[in-house]
DNA sequence: GCGTTGGCTTGATCCATGTCAACCGCGATA
DNA sequence: TATCGCGGTTGACATGGATCAAGCCAACGC
């Protein structure tokens, strides 16, 4: 059930609790670099908040574009269908990063968003954004960053498809899940994936056979743990030579 | 050697010739949607030209991030070095296209960018570009719908990457370029490539042999006539079946 | 406690593409 | 005109990962 605004002043206190100048995220996401001022502002902006249930869209490939999605909590998939059934996963997203980039170019969306976990995002209306970014040049210069930081990402994830092998994939792909999870603070060597065998193997372009195939080679070698979803690193450098294997 | 720029009036004319307003790729380019004084205002931004002759770098990875490209006339590719010295194409890019994108995240190219025959390029000094956009609201948002359309076509080659075998890539790869040459008015069934097999492979996760077997069977099978890098294609809807065939 | 289900693992086999190697053809250069 | 070299083609063979199939494990409902 849709939660209602409260509008008296009491109450306000949990709406700041929720606003970006108060999101411990802050440094992560949208607001970096902001003055406590044009926090402000951007709070104004960003104040619909939307839960997302395991398994559910937070939107779907077609539907119209108006808005981005920050993730404040919980993780995403998002995946790409072809005409012919054929599907990818594109990418997995956690808290502090954006979704729905995408959709600038046609006013549509391209892909689906989907809730790997409970997820909560805050919806940021495009136009407003615009708008506000013309305002702030931090605000405008960030955006421009994150935006382009995406299409670094996805050279990398080319890459990673065009050049490497199964094990370097999946080395790839768990040192900068371990990264990732670093930089929110949790911890480098221990995490719960998200995501099945067969995600991971969408998103690395192989069968989920492969990329069970290669967690027990690695656990073999002594590189990780893994039980079901629980993975522990217990090497990272090992991880890392695996990556340079070269063909 | 350097054009030298004069300075009377009267030459003025072949300066107005090579601006925006003036510029036939106005349409595909960076200026698309602007009102004549808007576009003026974009014409004093865009002032450097540049030539890259055939081979050279237009920048190289690693370098400071000021500018974006444009490509006035030409044809570029992108590429990624790895550490291990692995390296993939990440795309080409031709007229009216923008290069550099990917350099406003860490405010340094992430890749090279590399002219396939004699090019010339108007250079787009990019805090300026931040500048005007803040002021044009029609610019701002059509800048953002070409960052977001460089996300969406990177989404399109994971896929291919990830879900498509070696002809299917091919095929793709073909109507891609043909494509590209129509709305620029060229023939859509003639064309000459730009670049080797090797980098046909590179950018398809392929290696040289097999490109050329698949450019061989597409010629047996009367699809397309392949005559080292001059290729005309026969049956177009033969080629789109030939991308649905599912492994 | 028992069966069901979905996700995961493992083995056996197959095949698309990589690898290695020979050769061809065209343009550049002497 | 002869030679060289690079890019392209083609063939023979090797192999990584896909495919097919069986079985395991943990969570969940009955």
Redesign the pocket.
Known sequence: MPQTRPLNQEVSLSVIKTACSNCNLRELCLPLGLSLEELERLDDLVSTRRRVKRGDHLYRAGEGFDAIYAIRSGFFKTDVLLEDGRDQVTGFQMAGELLGLDGISTEHHTCNAIALEDSEVCAIPFSRLEGLSREIHTLQHHFHKVMSREIVRDHGVMMLLGTM???ERLAAFLLNLSQRFTSRGFSHAEFY?RM???EI?SYL?????????A??KFQEEGHIA?Q??HIRILNVSGLKALMNHQ?
């Open positions: 092998r199964a094990e994936l099945t065998r067969e193997g372009g192989l069968k989920l056979e492969t990329v069970s195939r967690f027990s893994v079901q979803k063909r």
